[in-house]
């Protein structure tokens, strides 16, 4: 009984499935990286592909997988030489990549069982080598540590994985497709990162009515009756299975004349791509394309549906702007290279043979990439208009028809100064979102060392690895009925790392007193500078309005600092300032996320005039420091931007909150024009 719902019967997301199938194709693209909600098929796409997929012959009893059509390793190879060589057929298949994996666990480690049971050092193949030949499935990458990314994309790009372990060496293939899904709202992937994914998807829930009520009919019926619903799909399976099986065995045939790759290339510059690495990418998936409709020549078509798939991660964006392509700019960029070349989009694929010789092969050299020139890297690039709107304070129309204008913060904040703040071990750090290593038992045990003096955290693989080949001369020597036997000079300590979270709380001022003078606007545009840091440091952040009689999360806290600037753009302005409700809703939201994680760096960020006119009690200016004094207690940074206007008559609350309970204090107009130096040190 086949248990998988059947790629054909997926209800829409065409993109994404025509990415899914270009990359079985040619897994020299480089993968697909599925961005979207959850419930959008994002996973059951995946899992079905397999099912399309060819038969591959494959190594019998090969710890590493080796393909017999491809790169081979060390043993196989020795294998070949002594003419035993053995060979079996089997299904192509999804490996799943854990997101809490060790290193080791990817890559491969030493063989404890061979090396204690028999006293030699062998290795124990990672997810790496499970994944040669098959589906390499890594759901919510986003959410994956960097360095575990970094191995996978280096492998990925090589085809090939090494495995360094307690003096052994040894390079097996690993050539895989590489499929990533993320949920955006819960954080983005570094736009290193996303280079490196051939093509990118973004998709959505299905908006017609119909498809939704198709979806629902589906699943119910593929949950009563797997078997038979297969059934009712088998023909059109097998007819995509034979097309893509088809198009796998033409590839090699495909060619892309020499003015189609200009025209590749022109692309990729005026679109002020900067490296190379998507001008190769947008070749293959063309030549892909190709091979999928039968054909062995590219077409216009080809590439710019290629252009589609592999460029919109690729472009130079604003913070908080989502990965899109300018498609207006590619097609007159295709218009004109019609006009100046008339490349013949229409020619049989007879006459682009005739000049074959003309063309050129896309090959893997270029396996990394080209970090590309430095031009223009301080420009904006093609960015469209929201890029102008944030960073020039334009005027523009929300949906209601008020105009709403985002202060140009650019030049004025210096962000790692603000957040310059104290951790919980009386360390001062600037904040830079890295992994610091760990003094204690907490943290992400990485490797391991030779302890110097007392051993605080014992590290028992790498302790067991280090004895394992001399157990059989020791237990020979040995008079005890003992299994294992660890001397002193085999022990290892651990050595942790933990990832400085930090959770960045704005408290913003939304009262009617905010709208005098356009206080609000500079907020906004301070707010903006901070998530730009944010952004690039992957910290979390939350928002909570306060004006009327009441203090709200408009945004609990996330990764994904788009969502933030969202919020912030439609925060509207109007009625009274129940600032230490605002304190005290504050305290209770950086509390319960301490409690969720105590090792986060908790920061709240208070952006008032600090003129309170609503209180829970009888007097609010005491309700606040009591809130100020917990604060102080828990460790909690507290960070106070005051809007208060220069006048006659100045309260100057903001101030003495500030001073009293040794919180940093800047007035926002000095934020724009001095250097600021953090007070708490």
């Known amino acids: 009984m086949n248990?998988?719902?059947?790629?054909?019967?997926?209800?829409?997301?065409?993109?994404?499935?025509?990415?899914?199938?270009?990359?079985?194709?040619?897994?020299?693209?480089?993968?697909?990286?599925?961005?979207?909600?959850?419930g959008t098929a994002k996973s059951t796409a995946v899992r079905a592909l397999a099912d399309l997929l060819p038969e591959i012959e494959v190594v019998e009893n090969c710890p590493f997988n080796c393909t017999i059509d491809g790169d081979l390793c060390d043993i196989c190879r020795e294998n070949i030489k002594k003419g035993n060589l053995k060979t079996v057929k089997r299904k192509m298949k999804v490996v799943d990549l854990p997101i809490g994996c060790t290193e080791d666990r990817v890559i491969g480690t030493l063989d404890i069982e061979r090396a204690i049971k028999e006293g030699v050092k062998a290795l124990e193949p990672g997810i790496l080598a499970e994944a040669n030949g098959n589906i390499l499935y890594i759901?919510?990458?986003?959410?994956?540590?960097?360095?575990?990314?970094?191995?996978?994309?280096d492998v990925a790009a090589m085809g090939w994985n090494i495995i360094e372990r307690e003096g052994i060496k040894i390079r097996h293939p690993s050539r895989f497709i590489l499929v990533g899904t993320m949920n955006p709202e819960e954080g983005e992937l570094r736009p290193q990162i996303l280079d490196r994914f051939g093509l990118m998807v973004d998709v959505?829930?299905?908006?017609?009515?119909?498809?939704?009520?198709?979806?629902?009919?589906?699943?119910?019926?593929?949950?009563?009756?797997?078997?038979?619903?297969?059934?009712?799909?088998?023909?059109?399976?097998?007819?995509?299975?034979?097309?893509?099986?088809?198009?796998?065995?033409?590839?090699?045939d495909v060619i892309i004349k020499d003015d189609l790759l200009e025209l590749i290339a022109r692309i990729c510059i005026e679109l002020n791509i900067p490296t190379s690495r998507a001008d190769i990418t947008v070749?293959?998936?063309?030549?892909?394309?190709?091979?999928?409709?039968?054909?062995?020549?590219?077409?216009?078509?080809?590439?710019?549906?290629?252009?589609?798939?592999?460029l919109p991660h690729r472009m130079r964006r604003k913070p908080f702007e989502p990965p899109q392509l300018n498609h207006e700019r590619i097609n007159e960029i295709i218009e004109d290279f019609k006009n100046r070349n008339d490349p013949?989009?229409?020619?049989?694929?007879?006459?682009?043979?005739?000049?074959s010789s003309e063309s050129v092969e896309v090959e893997s050299t270029e396996s990394r990439g080209h970090e590309g020139d430095k031009r223009d890297r301080e420009g904006e690039g093609d960015r469209g208009e929201g890029y102008r709107d944030i960073q020039g304070g334009k005027d523009r129309e929300d949906e209601k028809g008020s105009s709403e204008r985002v202060f140009d913060a650019k030049g004025g904040i210096d962000p790692r100064n603000i957040l310059k703040v104290k951790l919980r071990d009386d360390t001062l750090r600037n904040f830079q979102g890295r992994h610091v290593d760990s003094l204690s038992r907490r943290g992400r045990y990485v490797s391991y060392r030779i302890p110097k003096g007392k051993v605080r955290d014992i590290a028992l693989d790498a302790t067991i690895k280090a004895s394992a080949p001399c157990q059989r001369s020791r237990l020979e020597k040995s008079r005890k009925d003992v299994k294992l036997i660890i001397k002193e000079e085999d022990i290892r300590e651990k050595v942790r790392k933990k990832k400085i979270l930090t959770n960045i709380l704005f408290v913003v001022d939304a009262s009617g007193s905010m709208g005098v003078m356009k206080r609000m606007e500079a907020v906004k545009g301070t707010i903006l500078s901070i998530l730009m840091d944010a952004y690039q440091k992957r910290n979390r952040v939350g928002m909570i309005a306060f004006r009327g009689k009441d203090a709200e999360i408009i945004l609990p806290f996330t990764s994904s600092v788009e969502l933030a600037e969202k919020c912030l753009r439609d925060i509207p302005t109007g009625g009274r300032t129940p600032l230490s409700k605002a304190f005290l809703k504050s305290y209770e939201v950086i509390k319960s996320a301490i409690r969720r994680d105590p090792n986060i760096i908790p920061i709240v960020i208070f952006i008032s005039d600090f003129k309170p006119n609503v209180a829970v009690g009888k007097d609010y200016l005491e309700e606040i420091y009591q809130v100020c004094e917990k604060f102080v207690e828990d460790g909690i940074n507290v960070i106070l931007i005051d809007t208060e206007a220069d006048s006659f008559v100045k309260i100057g609350i903001g101030k003495k909150i500030g001073e009293k309970?040794?919180?940093?204090?800047?007035?926002?107009?000095?934020?724009?024009?001095?250097?600021?130096?953090?007070l708490l040190q």
Do not use: W
């Open 3 to 38: 248990k998988v719902f059947p790629f054909t019967a997926i209800v829409g997301q065409e993109k994404m499935k025509k990415a899914l199938i270009l990359n079985a194709i040619n897994p020299k693209i480089g993968g697909v990286l599925i961005r979207g909600e959850k």
């Open 344 to 355: 013949g989009n229409k020619d049989s694929e007879k006459d682009l043979k005739k000049n």
């Open 661 to 678: 309970f040794g919180f940093p204090y800047y007035h926002i107009d000095k934020l724009t024009s001095e250097s600021i130096l953090a």
């Open 283 to 310: 070749a293959r998936t063309a030549k892909a394309i190709a091979a999928f409709n039968g054909r062995t020549y590219v077409n216009i078509d080809d590439i710019k549906e290629a252009c589609e798939l592999a």
């Open 204 to 252: 959505e829930g299905l908006e017609d009515v119909k498809d939704r009520v198709e979806v629902v009919k589906r699943v119910e019926k593929f949950n009563r009756d797997p078997e038979g619903f297969y059934k009712k799909f088998e023909e059109e399976q097998n007819k995509l299975r034979k097309k893509i099986e088809n198009g796998r065995k033409i590839l090699k």
């Open 139 to 153: 759901d919510e990458v986003n959410l994956l540590d960097d360095h575990i990314v970094d191995i996978l994309l």
